[in-house]
């Protein structure tokens, strides 16, 4: 344990006592201590190896006991036995913003709340309300904080992440006192899902950086407020955590608050096998932990950072330790695919299906977004609650895409859309017939009803990436992501299947989806198989998806030549035709 995850326990074992309504003498001791450790400028366990804890300003004989029992063995029977003391529902309430010892223990000794859930209860029967020191705003207050908790107990998604943080970056970017500044942790790394966002800042005046950052628009509530860190809840409900450093440590910290751990746990592991020490404050040449700056390598990037360590630039998308040290020690790493060599989408609705805009529509915010090319895949006639196209309806639409395209044509203008289909996968046939889908440049097979039996699931999408007229298998897993598990299929047949067929997979790019996951497309790329990055877009917001997905592409360490939709018009029609 470090000295900030013991001074934690040490804040908790305080809470917990004043929650039991001991002396306030014992619970400040504990607390003044946790200070004590979080200003510390040496490491915990040297202290602890050298027996010199009893020289530290409030730490006695006791507390030196626990400390040491901590650091040794990662946990301590003491506070664990208190914690066991104590209704567990008791502790959680004190994570409730703005509820603290005091207000817990009144609330449970009065009116015998003892959770989160009979905290809401009594507060929507007024009864908060009425005990003494609490009042009507309290009680509100309450409401409003057990509602936030729920929110942000979970994960976000990417996108929610994103649009919270971004503006967050450019003001800490514009901000006089900011030298360097990043987003970091998992959404840097372009995660489907994100717990917390973290920022990292190099300053020369963290205090001034840390008090512009709490008080931004935009923050709901102020968990914790350092000098050198803070933690607020975002509109919204995501938490975001930020730590300032100095301008000399911004590389070492990025690259250790990127992480992730697993990642994280070989950089250090290469920094041993090198004489080196590798933390957040630093790269040291030294062989037992330190930060102090006379042992520190100098490094301005992360990518000095790697070329110490024996590798070459890793992407951050890429640290997950799933092989990119190999390929970054065999200068094997791919140039990964980027959001601006995209030239078009393959899978999109108009509002002859459940699409907002028409056709006319599309074209235009296409061609505005500096995009060639968008296939119209309206949902087929089974897709009844999504107005699915019978072939009536389909055959029209095709004749209407054709006098568009041939007005687009005729007016200079160089964006086209393309006729297709997001034909559904039926129990035991596709939706429409195979001359049907012959006269379609673009056919995407979607799985929308999957049973429970996973080898059935399988055939189904097999005998679809069997048919010679499907292009593209659309969102392989139908996951949504925070909401519905994936089915049941045995993707590595279907990848497979995709691979002897010459199929195409999608990456679809509609956040709540990132389907095919990021995991997969390694294999798949081996396999050979070729993915096409489609924001399965309803309106024209959705186009903005396709920078999400080539985000995740770049996870699935996916290049320009693995994608389709890079390559020009012309190119992209010959591999259509070519793929029947
Ligand atoms: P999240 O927030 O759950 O989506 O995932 P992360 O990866 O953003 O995790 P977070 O916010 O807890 O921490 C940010 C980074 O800091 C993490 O990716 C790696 C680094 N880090 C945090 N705790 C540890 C740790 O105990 N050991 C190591 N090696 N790295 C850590
Ligand atoms: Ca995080
Ligand atoms: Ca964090
Ligand atoms: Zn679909």
Redesign the pocket.
Known sequence: MDKDQVAAVLTEIGLLLELKGENPFKTRAYTNAARTLESLTEPIETLVREERLGGLKGIGDALQHKITELVTTGCLGYHQDLKASLPPGLVELLSVSGLGPKKVKALHDRLGVDSIDSLEAACQAGKVAELDGFGAKSQAKILEAIEFKRKYAS?HLLSEALLAAEPILDDLRAHPAVIRCSI???LR?W?ET???V?FLVSSKVPQEVIEFFTWRQGIVSVLAKGDTKASVILEGGIQA?LRVVSDVEFPFALA??????EH??VMRQRAIQRGLRLNEYGLFRSDEETRDPALRVECQTEADIFKTLGLDDIPPELREDKGEFEAGEQHTLPRLVEWTDLKGSLHNHSNWSDGHESLEQIADYVEELGLDYWAITDHSKSSFQANGLDAARLRKQLKEIAELNRKLADAGREVRLLTGIEVDVLKDRLDFDDDLLAELEVVVASLHVAGSDEADNTKRLLRAVENPHVHIIGHLTGRLLLEREPYKIDARAVIDACADTGTWMELNCNPRRFDLDWRWWGYAKQKGVKCVINPDAHRRTHAGFLRLGAGVARKGGLTAKDVLNTLPLAMLRRQLAGKR
């Open positions: 994960r970091a942790g998992s790394r995660r994100i717990g917390d973290d955590d250790y608050f990127t992480g992730s751990k994280n746990i």
